[in-house]
C-alpha cells in the first residue's frame, strides 16, 4: 500500500484529479472550440465537434481593430504594474529580510495582512482617490498603480524567504570587496533571487491581464482592457455566440501562453519561498 502511494497514488486520487482537470479545462476547450464553429452548428449540436472547422470567427476577431486596442491596453497597463511590483517589492523585502531594525516583524506583518484585504472593499475609496485626487481617472497609471498596491503584499511574502537564505558570509565578502549594500542588493541579491522574482512578475502579470472590477471603473472608451472588451463584445454580438467564444478565447491566450511557459519557475519559486 505504501509503495503504491509513493509511485503515483490510489485510484480515487486519480479519479480526482482527473474530475479537477476536466471542470478545469471543460469551459477553456469548449470555448476554444466554439470558436471554429457556426452559429448554426452550435445550435445544431452544441456538445459537438466543428463540422466543417471554421476560421471565419477568429478571422474577423483578429481583423478587428477594436481587438488590438483592447490588447494593447492590456499589454500596457499588465508591463507597468508588474515592473511596478517586482521593483517596489524588491525594495520592501530586502530590508525587512536582511536589516536588523526595532519593528521589522510589526512592518512585515502590516504586508502579511494586506493578503487579507480585498480590493472589493476599498474599491470606493480607492476609485475617488484616483479619479479626484489624482486625477488618473481613464489612464493607464490610475489602473497599474492601484493592481501593484494590492499586488504588494503577496509579493513580499515570497521574496523575503529568497533574501533572507542568502548567507550572510557573502554579503560580508561582498564588502570586503567595497560593494556597498545597495551594490550587493543590485549585483548579487538580485539575481540569486530571480526564481522568485519570475514568480512574483508572473503573479502580477496574469492578475492584472485578468482584472476586471478596478478597469471597469476607471476606464472608458478605447482605454478599455481586453476582459471589458470580453464583455462589451458579448454585448454587442449576443447573437453571434461562435463569435463571443473567438473574441474570448483569444483574449485568454497572452495570459496563459505567458503562465504555461513559466510554470516551472513559478513552481519553483513557490517552493523556495516555503523552505524560506
Same mark, same amino acid.
Given at each position: 500500500?505504501?509503495?503504491?502511494?509513493?509511485?503515483?497514488?490510489?485510484?480515487?486520487?486519480?479519479?480526482?484529479?482527473?474530475?479537477?482537470?476536466?471542470?478545469?479545462?471543460?469551459?477553456?476547450?469548449?470555448?476554444?472550440?466554439?470558436?471554429?464553429?457556426?452559429?448554426?452548428?452550435?445550435?445544431?449540436? %452544441?456538445?459537438?465537434?466543428?463540422?466543417?472547422?471554421?476560421?471565419?470567427?477568429?478571422?474577423?476577431?483578429?481583423?478587428?481593430?477594436?481587438?488590438?486596442? #483592447?490588447?494593447?491596453?492590456?499589454?500596457?497597463?499588465?508591463?507597468?504594474?508588474?515592473?511596478?511590483?517586482?521593483?517596489? @517589492?524588491?525594495?520592501?523585502?530586502?530590508?525587512?529580510?536582511?536589516?536588523?531594525?526595532?519593528?521589522?516583524?510589526?512592518? #512585515?506583518?502590516?504586508?502579511?495582512? @494586506?493578503?487579507?484585504?480585498?480590493?472589493?472593499?476599498?474599491?470606493?475609496?480607492?476609485?475617488?482617490?484616483?479619479?479626484?485626487?489624482?486625477?488618473?481617472?481613464?489612464?493607464?497609471?490610475?489602473?497599474? /498603480?492601484?493592481?501593484?498596491?494590492?499586488? /504588494?503584499?503577496?509579493?513580499?511574502?515570497?521574496?523575503?524567504?529568497?533574501?533572507?537564505?542568502? %548567507?550572510?558570509?557573502?554579503?560580508?565578502?561582498?564588502?570586503?570587496?567595497?560593494?556597498?549594500?545597495?551594490?550587493?542588493?543590485?549585483?548579487?541579491?538580485?539575481?540569486?533571487?530571480?526564481?522568485?522574482?519570475?514568480?512574483?512578475?508572473?503573479?502580477?502579470? !496574469?492578475?492584472?491581464?485578468?482584472? #476586471?472590477?478596478?478597469?471597469?471603473?476607471?476606464?472608458? @472608451?478605447?482605454?478599455?482592457?481586453?476582459?471589458?472588451?470580453?464583455?462589451?463584445?458579448?454585448?454587442?454580438?449576443?447573437?453571434?455566440?461562435?463569435?463571443?467564444?473567438?473574441?474570448?478565447?483569444?483574449?485568454?491566450? %497572452?495570459?496563459?501562453?505567458?503562465?504555461?511557459?513559466?510554470?516551472?519557475?513559478?513552481? @519553483?519559486?513557490?517552493?523556495?519561498? !516555503?523552505?524560506?
Amino acid at each position: 500500500m505504501t509503495r503504491r502511494r509513493q509511485d503515483g497514488g490510489t485510484p480515487l486520487v486519480w479519479l480526482a484529479s482527473l474530475v479537477v482537470v476536466a471542470l478545469t479545462l471543460g469551459p477553456v476547450l469548449y470555448a476554444v472550440l466554439g470558436g471554429f464553429r457556426t452559429n448554426a452548428q452550435l445550435a445544431a449540436d %452544441p456538445a459537438g465537434l466543428p463540422r466543417p472547422w471554421v476560421l471565419d470567427n477568429y478571422r474577423a476577431v483578429l481583423t478587428s481593430g477594436t481587438f488590438w486596442t #483592447y490588447a494593447l491596453n492590456s499589454t500596457v497597463i499588465a508591463t507597468v504594474t508588474t515592473l511596478v511590483t517586482v521593483v517596489l @517589492g524588491l525594495m520592501a523585502a530586502y530590508p525587512l529580510a536582511r536589516f536588523h531594525f526595532r519593528g521589522r516583524e510589526v512592518v #512585515y506583518l502590516v504586508f502579511v495582512l @494586506g493578503l487579507l484585504f480585498p480590493l472589493t472593499v476599498a474599491i470606493i475609496p480607492l476609485f475617488v482617490l484616483v479619479t479626484r485626487d489624482l486625477q488618473l481617472g481613464n489612464t493607464w497609471w490610475g489602473v497599474a /498603480l492601484p493592481q501593484a498596491a494590492f499586488a /504588494l503584499p503577496v509579493t513580499v511574502v515570497i521574496l523575503r524567504p529568497f533574501l533572507m537564505a542568502l %548567507p550572510l558570509e557573502l554579503e560580508e565578502a561582498a564588502a570586503l570587496d567595497g560593494v556597498s549594500r545597495i551594490g550587493f542588493f543590485w549585483r548579487i541579491a538580485v539575481p540569486l533571487s530571480m526564481p522568485g522574482v519570475v514568480t512574483v512578475g508572473v503573479l502580477a502579470f !496574469v492578475g492584472s491581464w485578468n482584472a #476586471y472590477l478596478l478597469p471597469l471603473l476607471l476606464l472608458q @472608451g478605447d482605454r478599455k482592457t481586453l476582459p471589458l472588451g470580453v464583455a462589451d463584445f458579448s454585448t454587442q454580438y449576443s447573437s453571434d455566440t461562435a463569435g463571443v467564444f473567438a473574441f474570448t478565447t483569444l483574449a485568454m491566450i %497572452p495570459a496563459l501562453a505567458f503562465f504555461l511557459v513559466l510554470q516551472r519557475r513559478i513552481v @519553483g519559486g513557490l517552493q523556495g519561498a !516555503v523552505k524560506g
